[in-house]
């Protein structure tokens, strides 16, 4: 069985390093292989240029560039990090695929299903439990205004409004294209921090063999 991969999604600040740091904190003291992967793969020069664009808010050309620069990217990352990663165990992603649709669907003003569906076709990269946390955007904001970097494009309170609604969409979208699940929940406080470890670790402990620690 190939090993899980479990994908991080939601707005900014709503607890998805948080809860990467808890996963690999307490799978590094039982033992476990837990790896750790980012959102793109930045192996192509052409698609990295679109790609950080889109990140700063600025559109492609076209929609279609936008979607193929996401497309090759996912697919290097697929073939060059995740699948490597995958040999060695279990891997969580912070953001992935349905937060690079969001953002196509944001700037490019389309469906974002319709931004899912296509990269949802890269199956190598599909994540087999993805977890979107859910957290109020008010209750984001006041997080990140205590962090010291500056703010960036899809933090500012309308956007990250619009973005918020946008992953719900896309979550449901993956699970129509995929029947894969994904997991709704808040990261308000502790006992939802403790909630989400606990079903991720049922998830990834099931994949994760016990290795010696280093």
């Given amino acids: 069985m190939r090993p899980v991969l479990l994908a ?82 279990p891997v969580v992603a912070d953001r992935l695929t349905l937060s690079t649709a969001c953002l196509l669907a944001l700037l490019h003003n389309r469906p974002v299903t319709d931004y899912v569906k296509q990269l949802a076709s890269v199956k190598a990269a599909r994540a087999e439990l993805t977890v979107l946390l859910t957290t109020a955007p008010e209750l984001c904001r006041t997080r990140l205004s205590h962090r010291a970097t ?28 995929t029947g894969l699940p994904v997991l709704r929940h808040p990261c308000t406080d502790e006992p939802d921090l403790d909630l989400l470890t606990a079903a991720c670790l049922d998830r990834l402990h099931n994949a994760a063999p016990p290795t010696a620690r280093r």
């Fill in 8 to 89: 991080l999604e939601g707005i900014a600040g709503a607890g998805k390093s948080t809860l990467r740091d808890r996963l690999l904190g307490v799978t590094a003291a039982d033992n476990r292989v837990l790896g750790h992967i980012g959102q793109f793969s930045w192996l192509s020069l052409p698609a990295t240029r679109t790609i950080i664009g889109l990140r700063a808010g600025r559109p492609a050309a076209t929609a279609e560039h936008a979607v193929a620069a996401a497309r090759l990217d996912l697919e290097l990352h697929a073939r060059h990090n995740l699948a490597p990663a995958l040999s060695l165990g």
């Fill in 150 to 177: 500056a703010r960036r494009f899809g933090e500012d309170p309308p956007t990250a409004a619009r973005l918020a609604d946008l992953y719900e969409q896309a979550a449901t979208a993956w699970t129509d294209a």
